[in-house]
């Protein structure tokens, strides 16, 4: 994933159309893969810890995107005081953004699938679009284009994540207010019992409790590995096995592989 957004992302840096230069997204991608085989595939993390984790690798070229000061030419693990978890990480906020603006639906797709492990279907063909008072917020915007109608079952789950994710602007930069307007980070899940959270903070608290999150992990190592879709059974011996290992990368992916000779 990180992989494959790095590609996109740098391509889409040089174009100019993202809120950072090639430079930084480079240190960013850097930073992001010290997190993901430093600490989590070396065994210092696990999964569950890394889907609330506080701690991020930053010198002085990123140091702004996470609110932090920095004199360093190298990355230094620290722990910061506005990000928490690894899907908040200013890379990921910054390639879900345009040049300006950070993107609700983007991030809130993103952080459903990956975050969250929660599936929606495709969206329809076809929808109309209703007239936008353009003095409306973002977040008021999306509602009154996704509150009813086809959009309305996928966007339940799409939206509360992406208004969470709003108070990262567009460079991944904690921020209160939009154009001198509070920020609304509260929602509702509906796909688990209707959870209700204030802030991203309070939602990624409860996502490192569910079940989903590991599962969608494992779907995808899965897929990575073997081409092909797990299938439930084998979904839920190897949840099992994840769990019992305390969510630890490397035991999952030899039993991935056990799983498949099996």
């Not at 430079?23 to 070396?42: P, V």
């Not at 599962?215 to 990575?224: H, M, N, T, V």
Request: negative net charge.
């Amino acid at each position: 994933l990180a992989i494959e957004n790095y590609k996109y992302s740098f391509d889409k840096a040089e174009k100019n159309i993202l809120p950072f230069n090639s430079e930084t997204i480079g240190s960013l991608y850097t930073s992001l893969m010290n997190s993901l085989i430093r600490d989590f595939y070396k065994g210092q993390i696990n999964y569950k810890e890394l889907l609330i984790t506080e701690e991020f690798y930053i010198d002085k070229n990123i140091a702004g995107c996470f609110a932090e000061n920095s004199n360093s030419s190298t990355l230094e693990k620290r722990k910061v005081k506005r990000h928490k978890g690894i899907y908040s990480h200013c890379f990921f906020m910054g390639i879900h953004s345009s040049s300006e603006f950070a993107s609700l639906i983007p991030r809130g797709n993103f952080y459903r699938k990956y975050g969250m492990g929660i599936d929606v279907s495709s969206p329809p063909d076809n929808f109309d679009v209703p007239e936008i008072d353009p003095k409306k917020s973002q977040r008021e915007i999306i509602e009154t284009l996704t509150s009813s109608g086809a959009c309305y079952e996928c966007h339940q789950i799409i939206n509360p994540p992406g208004f969470a994710l709003h108070i990262y602007d567009a460079k991944g930069r904690f921020r209160m207010n939009e154009f001198d307007v509070a920020i609304d980070g509260s929602g509702t899940i509906a796909a688990w019992d209707n959870f209700a959270f204030k802030d991203y903070f309070e939602l990624a608290n409860k996502v490192a409790e569910q079940d989903s999150p590991y599962k969608a992990l494992i779907d995808a190592l899965y897929e990575f590995y073997f081409a092909r879709k797990i299938n439930a059974t084998q979904l839920n011996k190897a949840y099992d096995l994840f769990k019992n290992e305390n969510y630890q990368l490397k035991p999952l992916i030899l039993g991935l592989f056990l799983l498949e000779e099996l």
